[in-house]
């Protein structure tokens, strides 16, 4: 790895102010006075991605993951600090560099600051990346203000990242739909900004639908019934894996989707349609809030028994 | 390694609001109108720790170097976010979380978020810390702000912490002044938020006297002429290396120091005496700056060639 070239590339991407070129010890950025939501994610080689996963595919997922969380909370992006161990020699740094500039010019993120390390032999590539955003005027959505009564909604379809992924992993090419699902995840910050005002609870789903859903009913204090005939499934899914039970609860179970889920009282329900009308973007209900807690399934009306894995069970 | 406990352990830590109890896609922090310092820097076994260095030792570092950064631009800690690349079974990861606990407590910076995750077998621990500060309502003095007839000054006493990492190389456990310089370096908060209104540029010492002074030369378009017999040298350092043109050239090259350097416009000595004082540091004038530009050294009044290393060169 050669870190000079590396940061040198850095240092052409960080052209906000904030930034000061890179060359001091911090940024020094105005927050504008709004609330600041703030993530950090990680991506390591082995774990989170694939060793042969091109250097841009990785860098933009490693945006993607943390915008996904900006998102949820409706933020306005302002910046990000990366933090990059670095292994691999050759073009890897310098490709990884131009796609994270790519990626954070697709999300209006101006890079701030970091840390960059080659990393000793053996190790995986591992990256951090903090993302600072401003929450909206009406308050950042928590995972925990689900009500009885609320009904739950997904933005997008479900399962084609994790499909993408098996594919992948399986040595298959395609299809397209599925491949770019898990390696170029598409979180949605002018829809989550939409959102943000009319949910009572929102969080992206990253470990699978289920885990978030429950993760959500739990923070609530609610019961969530979630209607597995309802998770939306893409046209690329449905050829490749069909729509039965069990691609459903698989489908529901992988993760990697960076899909709004969100709960709303039932009046909101135009408003929710109008949003996704405006955004592209698919919304359905799947579900609905209860008293009581826990989470249960249904298929056509019928009570299912919950699988053994609700998702991948992780750090925050 | 125990994702779940060490999980756990970081939600104990978790305790302010913003922190959502690490419950939440993000944290979500007012931070008060002030403009944002925020700096990451990284931690990574085998680079700038040593495989048996303690986990909390290991802790107190992680947080202290980002503190460092904080207190060059005389910020006040709103909070951090962790990225945890573990790899040590056992009782590494909960050691290491008790560790964290007690360096944020002293520092008085909350835990706000972060991520977790298991590293494949054979890397070594990866640790980045995220730290969000609030500037001074003077404004976070620059690297670049030095100006011609200004005086340098740096706090405290310098090499201790590189002479401690020889010595512990080299299997020594004494003197304890000097291994706990490099274990558990300690930045002033306090005292950078006194110096902050008072200077025209202030760094943290992290990669060595001189490079970091030529940094600020370079960053303000000064030349910095630095008197190598005014560098501070600690009464253990003079015990183990004496204090010879040779051992003060290997101090102010040696890095991980952790103290504050700056330049003052020469009417503000009293100023900072006071500061000095008041906080119990040491403050010491140790160069001018003149028009043009480029470090140059002067031992006894005699020029001096620059060494071959400044100090350490990688990432910001």
Redesign the interface.
């Known amino acids: 790895v050669n870190?000079?070239i590396f940061?040198d590339r850095l240092r052409q991407i960080a052209t906000h102010p904030?930034a000061?070129g890179?060359?001091?010890?911090?940024?020094?950025?105005?927050?504008g006075?709004?609330?600041?939501?703030?993530?950090?994610?990680?991506l390591?080689?082995?774990?989170?991605f694939l060793p042969d996963d091109g250097a841009a595919d990785v860098a933009w997922k490693l945006v993607a993951v943390n915008m996904?969380?900006?998102a949820?909370?409706g933020?306005v992006p302002l910046?990000v600090?990366?933090?990059?161990?670095l292994v691999r020699g050759g073009n890897w740094a310098a490709a990884f560099a131009d796609g994270l500039a790519a990626a954070l010019a697709h999300f209006g993120a101006p890079l701030?600051?970091?840390?960059?390390?080659?990393?000793?032999a053996?190790?995986?590539v591992?990256l951090?990346l903090?993302a600072?955003?401003a929450?909206p005027a009406s308050g950042?959505p928590?995972?925990?203000g689900a009500r009885a009564g609320d009904d739950l909604w997904v933005s997008g379809s479900i399962g084609d990242a994790g499909l993408g992924l098996a594919l992948r992993q399986a040595g298959n090419a395609g299809p397209t739909a599925l491949i770019d699902a898990y390696l170029r995840p598409q979180p949605d910050l002018a829809l989550g900004r939409a959102l943000a005002p009319l949910v009572s609870a929102m969080?992206?789903v990253s470990d699978g639908l289920l885990i978030d859903a429950q993760?959500i009913a739990a923070?609530s204090g609610v019961a969530m019934v979630l209607a597995l005939d309802a998770v939306p499934l893409s046209a690329a899914w449905r050829a490749v894996r069909g729509d039965g039970l069990d691609d459903r609860i698989a489908a529901a179970t992988m993760g990697d989707d960076y899909r709004l889920l969100f709960t709303i009282a039932p009046d909101h329900a135009d408003a929710i349609a109008d949003a996704g009308e405006r955004f592209g973007a698919a919304m359905t209900r799947i579900g609905t809030c209860q008293s009581g807690g826990g989470l249960s399934l249904t298929y056509m009306g019928q009570t299912q028994a919950l699988p053994a894995q609700l998702g991948f069970?992780?750090?925050?």
Not at 33 to 42: P, S
Not at 44 to 48: D, I, R, T, W
Not at 313 to 316: A, F, I, T
Request: proline fraction near 1%.
């Open positions: 870190e000079a940061i904030a000061r890179l060359l001091d010890d911090a940024a020094v950025l105005d927050g006075g709004a609330a600041l939501v703030l993530t950090h994610d990680m390591v080689e082995g774990v989170h996904s969380d900006l949820a909370k933020a910046g600090l990366i933090g990059a161990g701030l600051g970091g840390d960059t390390v080659a990393m000793p053996g190790s995986a591992t951090g903090t600072i955003g929450a950042a928590a995972r925990s969080a992206d993760r923070a069970v992780h750090g925050q």
